[in-house]
Nanobody, 126 residues
Framework: QVQLVESGGGLVKAGGSLRLSCVAS????????MGWFRQAPGKEREFVAS????????NYADSVKGRFTISRDNAKITVYLQMNNLKPEDTAVYYC???????????????????WGQGTQVTVSS
């Protein structure tokens, strides 16, 4: 069972940047389709971004397009989420998720992923 551990969250002012990291416990991570989700207080968890095993395909929620960038380094068994121009509405617990798959048409569905990290808090002040 691959373990996922997020880091990089914190408190930042609006307009600032953070980079989240998600490190996997095994090299089989390179076969995983990876995603980032977030859950704000009182709201359901929502899709943020996803990336294919090769990094060649990325997808983003409309709310973060142009501001967030997902990437991965399979040699470091790590996926990243670079978040720029942060807004107070980006405040949430951010989770990375993965599933062993080379392709997915369901990258935006949290029920498709079968490996999850514990989450990292991101707070954006106005």
């Amino acid at each position: 069972q691959v373990q996922l551990v997020e880091s990089g969250g914190g408190l930042v002012k609006a307009g600032g940047s953070l980079r989240l990291s998600c490190v996997a416990s095994e090299r089989t991570f390179s076969n995983f389709y990876m995603g980032w989700f977030r859950q704000a207080p009182g709201k359901e968890r929502e899709f943020v971004a996803s990336i294919s095993w090769s990094g060649g395909t990325t997808n983003y929620a409309d709310s973060v397009k142009g501001r967030f960038t997902i990437s991965r380094d399979n040699a470091k068994i790590t996926v990243y989420l670079q978040m720029n121009n942060l807004k107070p509405e980006d405040t949430a617990v951010y989770y990375c998720a993965g599933r062993s798959s080379y392709y997915s048409a369901r990258y935006y569905r949290e029920d498709w992923y079968d490996h999850w990290g514990q989450g990292t808090q991101v707070t954006v002040s106005s």
